[in-house]
């Protein structure tokens, strides 16, 4: 008996891993590990070990941004003075050059942020 189904490299999964991996340490600053990066679009992993932007930083980023906690707990805050609690599986869009903020993680907060560019030019991972 024959298949008609045909196995193509194409299909088979280029990489793969765990978000979880590597994630626990004594680390106190953020480590970002792009997990699919193309020319539009980023897929990161952030590990915030209670870790916070500094003092008058803002970030102005020139892509959309799609960041969701999945462990932890996180405290954002935008220019215009808004702030917004966020804990596992709470997610907010970003606009590009909307300024914000961390103000404030827990010791164990992961994120999953996509980034994506709708200007010519290629976008990068943080």
Not at 20 to 37: H, K, M, T, V
Not at 77 to 92: E, I, K, L, N, T
Request: net charge negative; with cysteine; glycine share 6%.
């Amino acid at each position: 008996m024959t298949s008609d189904r045909t196995t193509h490299s194409k299909s088979l999964p280029s990489a793969s891993g765990n978000l979880f991996a590597d994630a626990d340490g004594p680390d106190s600053a953020e480590r970002f590990l792009p997990l699919l990066q193309s020319d539009t679009t980023c897929i990161e992993r952030i590990v915030s070990h209670g870790c916070a932007s500094p003092p008058g930083f803002w970030y102005d980023q020139p892509d959309d941004e799609w960041v969701m906690v999945v462990r932890g707990r996180a405290e954002l805050v935008f220019d215009d003075g808004r702030s917004m609690s966020m804990a596992p599986g709470d997610w907010v869009t970003i606009p590009a050059r909307c300024r914000h903020r961390v103000d404030a993680t827990t010791p164990d907060t992961i994120w999953l942020a996509v980034h994506i560019r709708h200007l010519p030019g290629n976008v990068s991972c943080a």
